[in-house]
């Protein structure tokens, strides 16, 4: 990093790259576009978040049968407890301790019972069900469960039969299924280009007109728009004695983002500035299942697919202060530089459940007096239940922090890597994913939306006295978005969809994930998944579908 006036010019470079990934960006308000010798039709759209909120509203369910169960018969999903407990040796005591250690852990703090009898089967059932819906669902795609017939739909079906009477009951209320075509209901919102989006899907999903029913899959990737802010706010006191500048730039794209940050004050008793970014990139994965042959798009008539959603989200962000201060008299500088990735799960009307949470600081200051514990809980703040970890730069602590926080799989972790005492400077790597690989692919039905919000949070702080203090921070992060439906299974005569993939990504400059990796690690990905490896992830949105 380089001084104040440096740095005014030095992000010419920087902009010039993100122009260049700016032209880019393929930008999809309807169905995507073909990919040179790669789709065919019928099978994955990208569209934009409008559209797809219009597809929510005019066909999900908006109760889940996990709900229904739990607000109107508790008992029901209790005996599917002690049901389901018996096929294991141990009970779901055991089961949930191996499978599912933190719910079990919770389960108990929260005052569960350790009986590993019925009784606490019936009461693990209840508790999984209503306070960890991602373990709930990675337990209901057991392949145990699915071969005994004992999914907790398959157990109502047989002996609460009432429940899914009153789950069709609150499926009846959307539009769809009051017989309102998509097109008709799209008119409802009197949005031209909503009408013209969801007219051309329709068009480029053209069900054959002999057949019943045809499935195929919409994915959105929302988020914060491209947008950048410079601020350069320089302050002088009339007799010259004082002066405060502050310089900052944020370019942002989705959640990824670069901010550039320097504070200069003189003889001042106290200049402080904070600068905090909430940023957003999500990715929408629906299956839509309507008639062919009928204008406007109407819903099947009990028809619908089940396939297999396999994912892979990673985030990767680099922190960096530099802090300075002299005189000829007491002085002192302080910066702390933060970034927080947080990724959340939901599907249909159940509730989010947290796929990842961590987040890295570092914070130097130059008078070892300083309470540095005070300003790090701005670093905290936004975690919840995380502890904050704070480690000396150098000492053991801090290696094991940073070896934490560069490895992926360690999902949960909060750290803060601390210098102080003398001017200098220091940067710390973050790297989180969630992989579908590593543990349980999700499951796709039609008229059910998954949603993966992820969240970064990006902040600097300085703060300095004295005749002279300074203070640089940067945040520089990247994300990738990769999906792949596949597995198709259809009742007749349902026409099943071909399997697809799609990505998403963006990247600054000096992110510990270039570009080039990131459409590297999505090929790869997608190779292994899918059997194909697609020969266009350089474009930062786009698609594959298999013939």
Not at 23 to 46: D, H, I, R
Not at 80 to 94: I, K
Request: hydrophobic share 40%; glycine share 8%; aromatic share 8%.
């Amino acid at each position: 990093m380089s001084n104040s006036k440096s740095k005014t010019y030095r992000s010419t470079a920087i902009r010039a790259s993100w122009i260049l990934l700016t032209l880019a960006l393929l930008t999809l308000l309807g169905p995507a576009s073909a990919l040179a010798g790669e789709e065919e039709a019928g099978s994955v759209y990208v569209i934009d978040s409008a559209l797809m909120d219009a597809l929510q509203a005019w066909s999900e369910n908006p109760t889940s049968l996990e709900q229904i169960a739990l607000e109107s018969a508790p008992e029901a999903v209790a005996l599917y407890g002690e049901t389901v407990g018996d096929l294991y040796s141990g009970g779901l005591a055991a089961h949930f301790a191996e499978r599912f250690p933190a719910a079990e852990l919770l389960y108990l703090e929260l005052g569960g019972t350790e009986d590993d009898g019925s009784e606490g089967n019936a009461q693990r059932a209840v508790f999984l069900m209503s306070h960890r819906p991602e373990d709930y669902r990675a337990w209901q795609a057991e392949k145990l469960l699915k071969v005994k017939g004992l999914r907790f739909t398959d157990f109502v079906e047989d002996e609460h039969p009432e429940l899914l009477d009153v789950w069709a009951e609150a499926e009846a209320s959307t539009p769809a299924a009051q017989g309102e075509s998509l097109l008709d209901f799209v008119a409802g919102q009197e949005d031209p280009e909503l009408y013209a989006s969801a007219s051309s899907l329709l068009d480029a999903v053209a069900i054959p007109i002999d057949t019943e029913c045809g499935c195929f899959t919409t994915v959105a990737f929302p988020g914060n728009p491209s947008s950048r802010q410079v601020i350069y706010d320089e302050h002088w006191v009339r007799n010259g004695f004082h002066r405060e500048e502050v310089d900052y730039r944020v370019d942002a794209e989705g959640s990824a983002a670069n901010v550039d940050y320097y504070r200069l004050a003189r003889r001042h008793p106290t200049a402080e500035h904070r600068v905090t970014r909430a940023l957003r990139q999500d990715m929408r994965v629906r299956m839509q299942c309507v008639r062919g042959g009928v204008a406007g798009g109407r819903p099947c008539q009990g028809g619908g697919c089940q396939a297999e959603l396999v994912t892979r989200i990673e985030y990767g962000s680099r922190v960096y202060e530099r802090t300075a201060s002299g005189g000829w008299f007491n002085h002192g500088a302080k910066t702390l530089t933060s970034n927080v990735a947080n990724l959340q799960h939901s599907v249909g009307s159940a509730g989010p459940s947290e796929l990842f949470n961590k987040s890295v600081g570092v914070s130097g200051n130059t008078r070892l007096a300083w309470n540095s514990q005070a300003v790090s809980t701005l670093l905290q703040s936004v975690f919840g239940v995380i502890n904050l970890i704070v480690g000396d730069q150098g000492s053991a602590l801090a290696g094991i922090l940073e070896g934490n926080l560069i490895d992926d799989t360690v999902t949960s972790i909060a750290a803060l890597i601390e210098r102080e005492g003398s001017p200098g400077s220091h940067a710390v790597d973050m790297l989180v994913s969630h992989d579908t690989t590593r543990g349980i692919s999700h499951e796709l039905r039609a008229n059910q939306t998954h949603v993966f919000e992820m969240t970064a949070y990006a902040e600097v702080y300085g703060e300095g006295h004295g005749d002279k203090s300074e203070s640089w921070g940067e945040v520089d992060s990247a994300y990738g978005f990769a999906a792949v439906v596949r597995d198709y299974q259809c009742p007749f005569p349902t026409q099943a969809p071909n399997p697809g993939a799609y990505w998403s990504w963006a990247s600054t400059p000096k992110a510990p994930i270039s570009a080039t990796t990131l459409a590297d690690n999505i090929a790869d990905w997608i190779q292994v998944e899918l059997g194909v490896r697609p020969t266009n992830t350089s474009v930062q949105e786009g698609e594959l579908i298999l013939p």
